[in-house]
């Protein structure tokens, strides 16, 4: 249901990305793998629209998405969950949630959708009309994935969403995710450095270096190869 | 002591005046991080504007309507056509862009209606209450002032807090690049917080003319105690701007009675250094740098 | 190897230091050319754009290089012209005495304001320089103080009349215009050195990231308070000559929008760029006049041509600030470039 062909980005004179190319089947989990500066948030911010393209096209089934703004490929069904997971700190957990499905003028969504959240994430629930300030690094993964469920995707982007997380709570996310995945058919692409994480979760796995792709194959496949493993992933 | 008590209740007035121009610098600084130094230029041209509503035989109040829509309109097309193409660009560029929007709405102001003050009508009689044989510095026009500011802030407050719009803008401005991936059309916003700060100013405008008489330069005083206001309460500070405005005016107030109306401005002077010494980002300001 | 690394970095700087004493040289027989050729009223306008480029240089130093916002240069200004009138009346030295010691003087106060400042950023920065530059010169309406400093009104300066050596008709308006063209190469040369040594150095340093610049034991506040100190000093220069040239030293002369005028001249022409001042100045100064002039010559309306003037200025500001985003010098720059890239490409 995503087609990147010939990706091309750069940031002033340094080139990010180096005409990628990546399909990504719906329902589906990929996985980005790559060292630091290999352009794996590159591409996601290409995709999403936080960047403009030089070259190339990104296609969202069948239609021509590229350089398009954010707010526009929100509407198509895209939704980003940036690095650092950008929750809105001035604001309370239920407002960060709210914002979320604030677009799609649905005033039942607006009532019903953060209950269901509230269940797929039940520390969040705890703390709902707390500023999102006094989230720990965990709850507030949960509250960026929480909030961009809220827009109902169909494909989900995530970026490093293990960074700073203790591995008990990676794994209750990770759970949640293949339940969405498992119920709504909703397909992932998620950047990580946890090479390890990734690949026991995703269905296939590309490998980003200098910007450009080096390996695409399923991440049974990859985790197995040694060299791809030494070379890339430092496992 | 009743001389106190008419300076107080004379500086509640023009701090009401001057915490509502504050709170219209600090939503434009709150949506756009610009200051808006073409404020008092464009709460004149709305003036103005009210003025010829009733110089053709409009009511009082018709004429606050058509004032208050024309600042919304101008504020949101000055945001769109001017300052969007300087937003992302150093603050000084703002700051020459919204000076030349100051002075161009002056020369404007002055070709069309000329530089002879005008009269403007008050709401509300302008003679001071009786408490007991002394007649105060106070008028219902004056309390008309207070209570359309207190009411002002009041709605701004509730339309921020508690509406899906309000709840969008402040998005827009604390996180304007996570916003968009949340769907929010955050230039929209922008133009509406510049569009509110606008009718905000109009309407400060509209409650200041009986005073001062409507002319291109009759304003300028006002941006800078506004701004000065704005600035001692924090200029990301709506609350900040209720408490800078109502100071401010209180603090003039006393300088100008009790040590002489000509050294107001330096008084303003001495209130915001002792203020911003102590506290660098005025009284409500939020400290340098965001977790997130 | 060793001996040719060790030269180098000294003619480096022999030669900055040349350059611009070429530079200050070509100015002054440009500019004593310029007013010779120019009619005396014209000769005033050159003697305005002199000392308002003084102050404008010394504010894009200020924040073009080391990012502080200052909106009160005006009121320093203001300190500079009444020093300068406040000396020739009581104290008979001679001009270039009175206007080092004026310049002195609002260097002073630069260090009193600029410690001030040096706590605060950005808006909080513009807000205070605003409340000063409003609110210094109304210390002239004091009640207290008007005896000494001639309320509104202000106070009048009496300066000389050209040296007999230079003719009996010499036009006092040129004798006054070398005198601030003097004054401002010599600013410009100073400030130039200035930028390249190592305190400029320092000051871009503080700019782009203050802690990374404490770190490297740049000394932060002292930094910004040298340059706060070092532009107020230009102002008290340019203000000087502003109250020599204009015969007169009042709190008219000096209102908000003076402030505006000096800062806009200083982005008009590029941020941190001494020639740019320049510009910005020779615009700032010349635009009212001009457009005054066409507005009286097609006989308009009363009300149409007393605004023409601030409505073409207000246009000119916001077209020359959206269309040339560095301002200016960056402009000039660009078409330079293009045209050296042209040339070089048909000479090959």
């Known amino acids: 249901m995503l087609d990147v062909t010939g990706l091309t980005a750069a940031y002033g004179p340094v080139r990010a990305l180096d005409g990628v190319d990546l399909h990504v089947e719906a329902g589906s989990i990929t996985a980005v793998l790559g060292a630091n500066g290999a352009g794996k948030t590159t591409l996601l911010r290409a995709i999403s629209g936080m960047l403009r393209p030089r070259a190339g096209s990104v296609r969202l089934a069948g239609r021509d998405v590229t350089g398009r703004a954010p707010e526009d490929l929100v509407r198509r069904g895209v939704s980003h969950v940036p690095e650092g997971r950008g929750v809105i700190v001035e604001l309370t957990v239920d407002e960060n949630l709210r914002l979320g499905g604030l677009w799609r003028r649905d005033r039942g969504w607006l009532r019903d959708g953060p209950a269901r959240m509230y269940e797929l994430f039940p520390p969040l629930a705890a703390r709902r009309s707390r500023r999102a300030e006094t989230l720990s690094g965990g709850e507030r993964q949960m ?54 994480t990734a690949l026991s979760v995703a269905d296939r796995a590309v490998v980003l270096n200098l910007g450009r792709k080096v390996e695409d194959d399923t991440a049974d496949r990859l985790a197995a190869d040694d060299r791809v493993r030494h070379a890339y992933l430092g496992l | ?31 756009t991080r610009i200051v808006n130094f073409a404020q008092g230029g464009m709460l004149m041209i709305t003036t103005f504007i009210a003025y010829t509503v009733i110089s053709h035989g409009g009511s009082y109040w018709l004429a606050l309507v058509v004032a208050v829509l024309s600042g919304f309109v101008l504020g949101g097309v000055v945001e769109r056509v ?18 030349g929007l100051l002075v161009l709405l002056q020369g404007l102001a002055g070709m069309i209606f000329g530089g002879t003050p005008r009269s403007y009508p008050p709401a509300f009689s302008i003679i001071g209450f009786r408490a007991g044989d002394h007649r105060l510095l106070f008028a219902p026009n004056d309390l008309w002032v207070v209570l359309v500011v207190c009411g002002v802030m009041v709605l701004l407050a509730v339309v921020f807090r508690w509406t899906s719009l309000g709840l ?17 059309r955050v230039g929209r ?50 609350p900040g701007a209720l408490v800078g405005g109502v100071g401010l005016g209180l603090a003039l107030s006393y300088v100008s009675g009790y040590i002489g109306s000509d050294v107001v401005a330096l008084g303003a002077l001495v209130v915001l250094i002792a203020v911003l010494m102590v506290r660098p980002r005025g009284l409500f300001g939020s400290p340098v740098g965001r977790r997130v | 190897m060793t001996a040719l690394a060790v030269r180098a970095p000294v003619v480096w700087q022999r030669s900055t230091l040349l350059r611009h004493l070429i530079w200050a040289i070509l100015g002054g027989v440009g500019f004593y050319l310029l007013s010779v050729w120019l009619s005396p009223f014209r000769d005033l306008q050159l003697a305005q754009i002199s000392y308002t480029a003084i102050a404008a240089a010394g504010l894009t130093v200020l924040s073009g290089l080391s990012g502080q916002i200052s909106l009160g240069h005006g009121a320093l200004m203001a300190v500079g012209a009444y020093s300068t009138a406040l000396l020739l009346e009581h104290q008979h030295w001679k001009l270039g005495v009175v206007l080092i010691v004026a310049t002195a003087i609002t260097a002073g106060v630069g260090v009193l304001v600029g410690a001030a400042a040096a706590r605060l950023r950005g808006p909080y920065l513009a807000g205070a320089t605003l409340a000063l530059a409003v609110g ?59 930028v390249r040594s190592r305190v400029g150095r320092d000051m871009r340093l503080v700019r782009e990231d203050e802690d990374a610049a404490a770190l490297s034991g740049v000394h932060v506040a002292r930094v910004q308070v040298l340059t706060f100190t070092i532009s107020a000093a230009c102002a008290g220069l340019g203000g000087g000559l502003l109250a020599y040239v204009n015969s007169l030293a009042a709190p008219g002369a000096f209102p908000l929008s ?91």
């Open chain 3, 258 to 348: 003076l402030s505006l005028s000096l800062l806009t001249a200083a982005v008009l022409g590029g941020l941190g760029s001494l020639a740019g001042a320049v510009y910005g100045s020779v615009i700032v100064t010349l635009l009212p006049t001009w457009s005054s002039d066409i507005a009286q010559s097609a006989h308009l309306s009363r009300n149409v041509y007393a605004n023409l003037p601030l409505v073409v200025y207000g246009v000119v500001l916001i077209g020359v600030i959206v269309l040339f985003p560095g301002g200016l010098q960056a402009g000039v720059l660009r078409v330079w470039r293009a045209v050296r890239v042209t040339i070089r490409g048909r000479l090959r």
């Open chain 2, 1 to 31: 002591m009743l001389r106190f008590l008419d300076l107080t209740l004379a500086g509640l007035t023009s701090g009401a005046v001057y915490a509502a121009i504050a709170l219209a610098l600090v939503l434009i600084w709150r949506s």
């Open chain 3, 136 to 194: 210094l010169p109304s210390l002239a309406n004091y009640h207290r103080l008007r005896e000494t400093l001639g309320g509104e009104n202000g106070l009048t300066v009496v300066s000389g009349p050209p040296p007999l050596s230079l003719g009996e008709t010499f036009p006092v308006e040129r004798w006054q215009a070398w005198i601030c063209g003097l004054c401002l190469i010599i600013t410009l040369f100073v400030l130039a050195n200035l």
């Open chain 2, 82 to 99: 001017l300052i969007r193409p300087v937003e992302k660009r150093p603050p000084l560029d703002a700051v020459v862009v919204t000076f």
């Open chain 2, 168 to 184: 969008r803008m402040r998005a827009s401005a604390f996180a304007p690049e996570v916003s968009r991936l949340l769907g929010v």
């Open chain 2, 189 to 238: 916003m922008l133009t509406v917080g510049w569009a509110l700060a606008a009718a905000v100013g109009a309407l400060a405008g509209v409650l200041i003319a009986p005073s001062t008489f409507v002319s291109p330069t009759a304003f300028d005083a006002f941006l800078v105690f506004g701004f000065t206001a704005a600035v001692i309460g924090g200029l990301d500070s709506p």
């Open chain 1, 143 to 196: 509250l960026a994935i929480a909030r961009s469920l809220m827009s109902k995707p169909t494909l989900l982007l995530l970026d490093e969403p293990s960074l700073g997380l203790a591995p008990r709570t990676t794994a209750e996310i990770v759970a949640t995710l293949l339940q969405l995945r498992d119920d709504t058919g909703l397909t992932l692409l998620l950047v990580e450095q946890n090479a390890q």
